[in-house]
Nanobody, 119 residues
């Protein structure tokens, strides 16, 4: 059974930081590129960060560059999203996504986790 389980979200003050984790099971984690998406209320889901299978290539949306860092530990089958200097506009549900690089139709999603940035 494939599972992606996010953790680490919650309520954070502006300027704060947090680290999201996504634990994978039920598939060969090291074969998949991993992504973090987010969806704010009333907005479409957007890709914020991606990391390659080996972790040697990362990409970020312009809105989060310099503040978000994606990383992975293939031994632990976990992908992380470190976020610093949080802004109210970062408030969203954050989703973990796995995608097979040579067959993008093979993809898995986590259930999402809420991040709220507010004073």
């Amino acid at each position: 059974q494939v599972q992606l389980v996010e953790s680490g979200g919650g309520l954070v003050q502006p300027g704060g930081s947090l680290r999201l984790s996504c634990a994978a099971s039920g598939f060969v984690f090291s074969l998949y590129n991993m992504r973090w998406y987010r969806q704010a209320p009333g907005k479409e889901r957007e890709l914020v960060a991606q990391i390659s299978r080996a972790g040697d290539t990362t990409n970020y949306a312009d809105a989060v560059k310099g503040r978000f860092t994606i990383s992975r530990d293939n031994a632990k089958k976990t992908v992380y999203l470190q976020i610093i200097s949080l802004k109210p506009e970062d408030t969203a549900v954050y989703y973990c996504n796995a995608v097979l690089p040579w067959q993008s139709s093979v993809t898995y999603w986590g259930q999402g986790i809420q991040v709220t940035v507010s004073s």
